[in-house]
Nanobody, 123 residues
Framework: VQLQASGGGLVQAGGSLSLSCAATGLTFSRYTLGWFRQAPGKERDFVSA????????YYADSVKGRFSMFRDNAKSTVYLQMASLKPEDTAVYYC?????????????????WGQGTLVTVSS
């Protein structure tokens, strides 16, 4: 199984950025997908999650209304669209896939992780 995150970069505050995460080696549609982020010197925190087909999409309070997550099962890819970015959004963003995921906001619930992509928001 491999998750390949991409799309990170440098953006000014107030700008937008779109991340993607392509998965191989798993039955993508059966997995809950999550995005987490880790700022320098901090824990890896939950950002967003989307359940398998027919399930819901969830966001951390800090990104609600600014970030949008969606999945394309045909392409085995999950996306995170980020708008109105703030300097505090600066972090390495990781995608993750979990099969038996009850608590979508817990790192331990996920089976596979991507390598991370760096997002830097300048003020």
């Amino acid at each position: 199984v491999q998750l390949q995150a991409s799309g990170g970069g440098l953006v000014q505050a107030g700008g937008s950025l779109s991340l993607s995460c392509a998965a191989t080696g798993l039955t993508f549609s059966r997995y809950t997908l999550g995005w987490f982020r880790q700022a320098p010197g901090k824990e890896r925190d939950f950002v967003s999650a989307i359940r398998r087909a027919g399930g819901g999409t969830y966001y951390a309070d800090s990104v609600k209304g600014r970030f949008s997550m969606f999945r394309d099962n045909a392409k085995s890819t999950v996306y995170l669209q980020m708008a109105s970015l703030k300097p505090e959004d600066t972090a390495v963003y990781y995608c993750a896939a979990g099969y038996y995921t009850n608590r979508y906001d817990l790192k331990s619930e996920y089976d596979y992780w991507g390598q991370g992509t760096l997002v830097t928001v300048s003020s």
